[in-house]
Antibody, heavy 117, light 106 residues
Framework: EVQLVESGGGLVQPGRSMKLSCAAS????????MAWVRQAPTKGLEWVAT????????YYRDSVKGRFTISRDNAKSTLYLQMNSLRSEDTATYYC??????????WGQGVMVTVSS | DIQMTQSPSFLSASVGDRVTINCKAS??????LNWYQQKLGEAPKLLIY???SLQTGIPSRFSGSGSGTDFTLTISSLQPEDVATYFC????????FGAGTKLELK
């Protein structure tokens, strides 16, 4: 059974950093691209970043470019999102997703990030 | 950027009803449209991929149709366990999500 379990969220002050993790199991992690998707309170879902199966290619939405870094450790079957210079508008539930031929086919339950002083 | 307009935002229906949810893309996305179900407190679940392909393990009462700019998710006979929020995702050009439809039982 495919499982994606996010961790690392919580309350952080504006301008500070936070690192999210997503532990994957139930499939060969190194065969799949992965992504982060977020949903702000009372707002819709938005794609944040994607990484290729081997980590060689990464893509970001404009509003997080230069602040967020997506990475992966295939030996540990873990996806990461390093978030720097956090802003109030980054407050959201962050989901990790598996990316295959069917786009986002599996999702984690999400982890909440609150940026507030 | 491609915009996705999903309707309705809220839907109340009875067990056994036929339910339809729509997504309209701001430009041609071919068939690169997925539908998801999200129950309260759970991870989103893929129902339909590439407009009309049923994901493994999903009941056959769920179906998808459309191409180009207009897409529909249909539940042929609503069951109590279908109470959830449904949303679409276009993956023709990057990713854009619909705003979601909250489905309740009447």
């Amino acid at each position: 059974e495919v499982q994606l379990v996010e961790s690392g969220g919580g309350l952080v002050q504006p301008g500070r950093s936070m690192k999210l993790s997503c532990a994957a199991s139930g499939f060969t992690f190194s065969n799949y691209g992965m992504a982060w998707v977020r949903q702000a309170p009372t707002k819709g879902l938005e794609w944040v970043a994607t990484i290729s199966y081997d980590g060689s290619s990464t893509y970001y939405r404009d509003s997080v470019k230069g602040r967020f870094t997506i990475s992966r450790d295939n030996a540990k079957s873990t996806l990461y999102l390093q978030m720097n210079s956090l802003r109030s508008e980054d407050t959201a539930t962050y989901y990790c997703t598996r990316e295959g031929l069917r786009a986002s086919d599996y999702w984690g339950q999400g982890v909440m990030v609150t940026v507030s002083s | 950027d491609i915009q996705m307009t999903q309707s309705p935002s809220f839907l109340s229906a009875s067990v056994g009803d036929r339910v339809t949810i729509n997504c309209k893309a701001s430009q041609n996305i071919n068939r690169y449209l997925n539908w998801y179900q999200q129950k309260l407190g759970e991870a989103p679940k893929l129902l339909i991929y590439n407009a009309n392909s049923l994901q493994t393990g999903i009941p056959s009462r769920f179906s998808g149709s459309g191409s180009g700019t207009d897409f529909t998710l249909t539940i042929s006979s609503l069951q109590p366990e279908d109470v959830a929020t449904y949303f679409c995702l276009q993956h023709n050009s990057w990713y854009t999500f619909g705003a979601g439809t909250k489905l309740e039982l009447k």
